[in-house]
């Protein structure tokens, strides 16, 4: 497979300058992307990071097939619990996941730590044991923080301290850092007890021009939906790659069926919608694909492959790259 010009070349793994990556709960790889840096988003390069990823893992055999095709790394598809009994993770400085997230959001059924899909973060905690990487980031929605009035973070808290680290946790806005998008996000940061470095948050970049009281002139402000998307206005369907859009009729009233406005970040891009994806700030249909990712802060030259339904999903359970990124330079100042 060839990667495009904009597209981050797996390192070699002997590179002594590389700080080793194991990235967990992968999906296409959105997360990893921001940490290897070397892309372009909208006309703004976002540099090479020294991370790599030395083992991915994910159960999505479509979106493991979309991560290959773009990051040029294999992945391991299979259940990661299969992996962690078999006691083979490589050595790492870092390990990243974002662990299933369904079960805490605010929109799912939040059955929380006694579903399924709930326990997994416990399959992180056991990596992040087995490994003992310098630095973990664990991502999640921010309903995480109020479920069971805050009982559920303090657990997950206690129990990655258990295994030998200091917990640092905090809510991120992924619209103050670039990302046109009013998508907030909790990451649990993890730094090894026997480093004497503390967890600082990236800067946010960007403010919310509409917010009261408050001016800073160094930020910019953030990024609308109209800058973004703009220049798609008059493409037909199929112009470019993953511009086809859900034709899923619209019911008022329900999730998925307002228009984003142009005027302001998108809202949350969501991973289960079926098919009620929003409607384009014009009105006459629903977003594309590639219209997601780049609400998502994907570079237009990654490809979302299979069916346009199954690009969706695989956007919406993405981490913004360009929010990455700027999670993986906070990580880096720890490490260096």
């Given at each position: 497979m060839s990667l495009s010009k904009n597209q981050p070349k797996m390192s070699n793994q002997n590179d002594t300058t590389k700080f080793k990556v194991i990235s967990l709960f992968s999906g296409?790889?959105?997360?990893?992307?921001?940490?290897?840096?070397?892309?372009?988003?909208?006309?703004?390069?976002?540099?090479?990071?020294?991370?790599e990823v030395v083992y991915a893992n994910d159960i999505d055999e479509q979106a493991c097939e979309t991560y290959e095709h773009n990051l040029g790394h294999k992945i391991e598809c299979k259940d990661f619990r299969e992996v962690l009994e078999a006691k083979k993770l490589p050595d790492a400085d870092v390990v990243l996941g974002g662990f299933p997230c369904q079960d805490f959001s605010v929109a799912g059924k939040r059955r929380g730590l006694e579903a399924k899909?709930?326990?997994?973060?416990?399959?992180?905690?056991?990596?992040?044991?087995?490994?003992?990487?310098?630095?973990?980031i664990a991502e999640n929605v921010k309903g995480l923080l109020n479920i069971g009035k805050g009982e559920v973070i303090k657990i997950m808290?206690?129990?990655?301290?258990k295994v030998g680290y200091t917990i640092y946790i905090n809510l991120f806005h992924t619209a103050?850092?670039?990302?046109?998008?009013?998508?907030e996000r909790v990451i649990i940061a993890g730094i090894r007890n026997d480093i004497d470095k503390k967890y600082s948050p990236p800067e946010p970049t960007h403010t919310d021009p509409l917010q009261k009281g408050f001016?800073?002139?160094?930020?910019?402000?953030?990024?609308?939906?109209?800058?973004?998307?703009?220049?798609?206005?008059?493409?037909?369907?199929?112009?470019?790659?993953?511009?086809?859009?859900?034709?899923?009729?619209?019911?008022?009233?329900?999730?998925?069926?307002?228009?984003?406005?142009?005027?302001?970040?998108?809202?949350?891009?969501?991973?289960?919608?079926?098919?009620?994806?929003?409607?384009?700030?014009?009105?006459?249909?629903?977003l594309s694909a590639r219209e997601a990712a780049r609400i998502q802060s994907f570079p237009d030259d990654f490809v979302f492959l299979r069916s346009t339904s199954r690009a969706y999903k695989q956007i919406g359970n993405a981490v913004p790259p360009v929010f990455g990124w700027h999670v993986a330079q906070s990580v880096r100042k720890v490490l260096e």
């Open positions: 296409c790889g959105g997360l990893d992307l921001g940490f290897m840096g070397g892309f372009s988003y909208m006309g703004n390069k976002y540099n090479e990071l020294p991370f899909r709930g326990q997994l973060y416990k399959s992180m905690i056991e990596a992040v044991e087995q490994v003992q990487p310098k630095v973990f808290e206690e129990d990655f301290a103050d850092y670039g990302v046109p998008q009013t998508r001016l800073d002139k160094e930020k910019k402000n953030w990024v609308t939906a109209k800058d973004v998307l703009s220049d798609l206005e008059e493409a037909k369907e199929g112009d470019m790659e993953n511009h086809y859009w859900s034709k899923a009729k619209r019911y008022p009233g329900t999730q998925g069926n307002n228009n984003i406005k142009p005027d302001r970040p998108a809202p949350t891009m969501r991973a289960e919608h079926h098919g009620n994806i929003e409607f384009h700030y014009s009105g006459e249909r629903r």
